[in-house]
């Protein structure tokens, strides 16, 4: 089957809803509502308690030593004034992210673990780089981007189990190849690219997107390139560190224009490197909800 053709049925089912990964309603709404200062927190806090699984997760995961809770949490408000909308809008994505990230990939050569470690790492590093490097963009925002960056993956992978025989082949015979370029050839879409396209299906803000799309590109972005430079940044350390290396190894290279973009040093790319054993302690909480 030719990529075009292979295109089209990807586009096919992108177009077809139920066939989707899908998130909880709720966690798009309080995405979109965490950025409105003028948020009703009791009618918040009301419509996510419906939710019996969430409100659950997210009272145990609002207790939890990540997120270092000044007293005891017991109810969804309780757990908004106390941590902060922000923090709580990141809770539920997690628990709502779980179940489509953490599946295995076995054409990516990823189990459900390792999909799921990386994930919440390259959140918890994207969250580190926007607050080290003082982004406009806040540093929840750029958590929400990295927790996020690999869905396309759940995607293609329908598609992949096909075809990963003859990407197998041409990296292993020339593994200067890129893997995305590979994708690209035979699906006619990236798992970055269709990343992308899930979270607009999801109705997630352009700037997330974006973000997702176009990470292993930042010099494309023109919404948020400092947003995208963070994630790119971000996946290649983790990466670099060995956590959730895929199919496709190590060979995305760090983009210039991302270092310049973030005016980012060495001295603290090498720090933030260092930083990941700590990070992968931090998140042993959130790994196991």
Not at 169 to 192: Q, R, V
């Amino acid at each position: 089957m030719s990529a075009d053709e292979m295109k089209a049925r990807i586009d096919a089912l992108l177009a077809d809803i139920q066939q989707l990964p899908t998130l909880p309603s709720i966690a798009t709404r309080v995405i979109r509502l965490a950025t409105n200062p003028d948020v009703d927190i009791k009618a918040l806090a009301d419509e996510i308690s419906r939710d019996s699984a969430i409100t659950a997760s997210l009272i145990k995961l609002s207790n939890s030593a990540y997120f270092r809770p000044s007293g005891r949490i017991r109810s969804v408000q309780e757990a908004i004034v106390t941590l902060g909308l922000n923090t709580v809008k990141d809770i539920i994505l997690i628990i709502a992210s779980k179940g489509i990230l953490k599946v295995d990939l076995d054409a990516y050569k990823l189990n459900g673990l390792e999909l799921w470690d990386h994930s919440l790492l390259v959140a918890e590093m994207s969250s580190r780089i926007a607050r080290l490097k003082k982004i406009k963009t806040a540093a929840d925002i750029a958590y929400t981007a990295g927790l996020l960056h690999d869905t396309g993956k759940v995607v293609l992978i329908h598609f992949f189990r096909k075809i990963h025989r003859q990407i197998a082949m041409e990296m292993d015979a020339d593994p200067s190849l890129k893997f995305t370029n590979l994708e690209k050839k035979y699906l006619g879409y990236t798992n970055i690219e269709i990343g992308g396209k899930l979270l607009r299906i999801w109705n997630f803000p352009d700037e997330l997107v974006e973000a997702v799309g176009l990470r292993d590109r930042p010099d494309q972005a023109v919404i948020n390139p400092e947003l995208c430079s963070v994630v790119h940044l971000a996946n290649i350390l983790v990466l670099s560190a060995g956590v959730g290396v895929d199919a496709g190894g190590l060979t995305e290279s760090i983009s210039p224009f991302a270092i310049n973009t973030l005016k980012i040093k060495d001295a603290e790319l090498h720090k933030l490197y260092e930083d990941v054993p700590e990070m992968i302690e931090n998140i042993g909480d959130l790994r196991g909800i």
